[in-house]
């Protein structure tokens, strides 16, 4: 009887080795690591402690993060292991018209970015300034307010006042507790204006929800800026961390 | 006795389902699918997303969960992130092309030793390989160019990136997926209006502004052999004329009459006794008359009229000019004038015309 005991825990042990030792891919260490985790209702709304914390969207449509210091997770209605990427430059072309030494000319184009399963994105800019017969107008290199009568091309991204009110702060949607882009530093003061062609201008620091950018262009010229018509691309690039 | 067999009994029969579950349990897990372990931090920076650009330079980064050497590697461009994916056939992003791709620079972080190689062949799939890489696995980034993005923009597509620890693409160690989009291009445009400035007078014009120009005559005063005559005008000119501005003087020597005074040409130094009508754009000591060219401009007097103590007048000559578009200049220009004892006594005057013109 007591062979037979010990029997039916030899073959219990081989059967658990068997059945669960070749898949454990998605549950897994080196410290520990769930790569999907689907909770399909009756979830807690917040629950934390110091040291964990939980926060479940059950039938929302975006994915929430909730983290402590040491722990995040992600929860919603739909969760994935795939890397998820909206990228949309929803403006194709910026219009400035007639530059002049007295006037700053200014206009605006907008991207939006969802990015979750994330460990968050950048936004760089690539692009030569607008230019005309082989002269570009001169990019503000360092950033600095808009000056009439001194050749500038310069953008940022958010609400200006000055040289007129125009622009928009990002935009998190549906809120600021599910999305988190943000400008970056240089790109990020009101009526400061910078660009440098390669560099990040909007970044989240991690898994974020949809973020709405403006671009706000400013361009202005000198007495000694060539006359004729000047245009340039831009190319909007977002690269995610998975 | 009776026990000890049953003991045998028992014992044999537990190696006996011992043996039997190992074999079934080998036989169970190489029945689970192989699956490789998910890469890390991993990214793809693309160096343009403008749909269907080509010659984009895709850079793809990760960590290896592994530190295994990877001898190959193989990415397959995918419209979405999981599921059917068949290269140079249905998944792959529409207007991708990835059949000129090459590797560029070296990849690195997936072993060390030999040289890598790609494989291009299949649209929609980047391979390369190395059979001699050894050593270890660790944070990687392998780039491509030569890549033309798919064509539609603002779309989501994916690479699914697959490491292998033999060069024949067979035995996987780690998986991982990245995505990128395309986005429509912003075209910036504005103009910028041709400019000109220019103005005369004889005085009231700054280094940087005509605003305050005035006066039309320079009298020279009375002419004798031991005596030159001077006086000075003055010119203002800017432009944004991408191929810059000249100035030119026309009219004609100082006239009485029938009477001339010879022009200075070529340019020589005011001779007391010669007759002599002359300019130049310069600061001059012999005589002391004129100030140098000034301003926020590079525009700069012609040859002939750039030397200081040296005139010259030629009706239709350059006086001065600028290369390109420049900012505000003033120009000072000084007249000398000297008789000789035969000179024809009289009023002698002229009336000289200067013309600016921008080349836009």
């Keep these: ?242 | 006795m009776k026990s000890k067999q049953l003991i045998r009994k028992s014992g044999s029969r537990l190696r006996a389902l011992v043996a039997a579950f190992v074999i079934a349990g080998v036989t169970i897990v190489q029945a689970v699918p192989v699956s490789a372990a998910q890469l890390t931090s991993r990214s793809v920076t693309v160096s343009s997303s403008a749909p269907s650009e080509t010659g984009v330079t895709y850079t793809f980064n990760f960590d290896t969960a592994d530190t295994t050497p990877v001898q190959s590697v193989n990415i397959d461009f995918c419209t979405t992130a999981s599921g059917t994916c068949t290269p140079a056939g249905t998944g792959v992003p529409s207007g991708l092309t990835t059949t000129g791709a090459a590797i560029s620079g070296t990849p690195s972080g997936l072993g060390t030793g030999g040289s890598w190689t790609g494989v291009f062949t299949t649209n929609g799939r980047l391979r390369i390989s190395n059979a001699s890489s050894a050593g270890t696995a660790g944070t990687a980034s392998v780039a491509f160019s030569g890549i033309t993005n798919p064509s539609t923009a603002n779309s989501t597509y994916y690479m699914r990136v697959t490491t292998y620890s033999d060069a024949a693409y067979t035995t996987p160690i780690d998986t991982g997926t990245v995505a990128a989009s395309t986005a429509n291009q912003i075209t910036v445009s504005a103009s910028v209006d041709e400019t000109l400035t220019f103005c005369t007078g004889t005085s009231g014009i700054t280094t940087s502004s005509c605003s305050g120009a005035t006066g039309t005559s320079v009298n020279l005063g009375t002419l004798t052999p031991s005596t030159t005559g001077s006086g000075t005008s003055q010119m203002g000119a800017a432009t944004n004329a991408g191929s810059g501005y000249a100035i030119t003087v026309d009219g004609t020597t100082l006239t009485s009459g029938a009477n001339t005074l010879t022009a200075v040409d070529p340019a020589a130094a005011s001779a007391q006794g010669t007759e002599q009508f002359g300019m130049n754009l310069m600061a001059n000591t012999t005589p002391a008359v004129g100030t140098a060219p000034g301003g926020a401009g590079s525009a700069a007097p012609a040859a002939g009229y750039n030397t200081a103590d040296s005139f010259k007048f030629t009706p239709g000559d350059t006086v001065a000019s600028s290369t390109g578009a420049d900012d505000f200049r003033r120009f000072t220009v000084s007249y000398i004038a000297n008789v000789g004892n035969a000179t024809e006594p009289g009023n002698y005057s002229t009336t000289l015309t200067y013309v600016c013109t921008a080349t836009f």
């Design chain 1, 1 to 242: 009887m007591l062979f037979r005991k010990r029997q039916a825990v030899v073959i219990a042990a081989i059967f658990l080795v068997v059945l669960f030792g070749g898949s454990v891919s998605a549950l897994r260490s080196n410290s520990y690591q769930i790569e999907e985790d689907f909770i399909g209702g009756g979830g807690a709304i917040d629950a934390a402690s110091n040291s964990y914390r939980s926060q479940d969207s059950i039938g929302a449509t975006a994915v929430g993060p909730s983290a402590s210091a040491h722990n995040g997770t992600q929860s919603g209605a739909t969760t994935t292991d795939d890397p998820m990427l909206e990228f949309s430059v929803n403006s194709s072309g910026v219009a400035l018209g007639q530059l002049s030494t007295s006037l700053t000319r200014t206009g605006t184009a907008t991207f939006s970015v969802r990015n979750y399963t994330s460990y968050g994105y950048v936004v760089q800019v690539v692009g030569a300034p607008p230019a005309n017969n082989g002269h570009e107008l001169a990019a503000m290199t360092s950033t600095a307010s808009s000056s009439a009568g001194t050749e500038q091309f310069g953008i940022n991204l958010m609400a200006n006042t000055n040289p007129q009110t125009f622009g928009a702060v990002p935009v998190q949607v549906p809120s600021g507790d599910f999305s988190y882009g943000q400008a970056e530093s240089g790109y990020n003061t009101a009526n400061q204006y910078r660009y440098n062609s390669g560099e990040i201008i909007a970044r989240a620091p991690k898994s974020s929800g949809q973020t709405d950018y403006t671009i706000s262009y400013i361009a202005n010229i000198s007495n000694q800026t060539p006359s004729g018509a000047y245009t340039g691309k831009q190319t909007i690039i977002c690269t995610g961390t998975y």
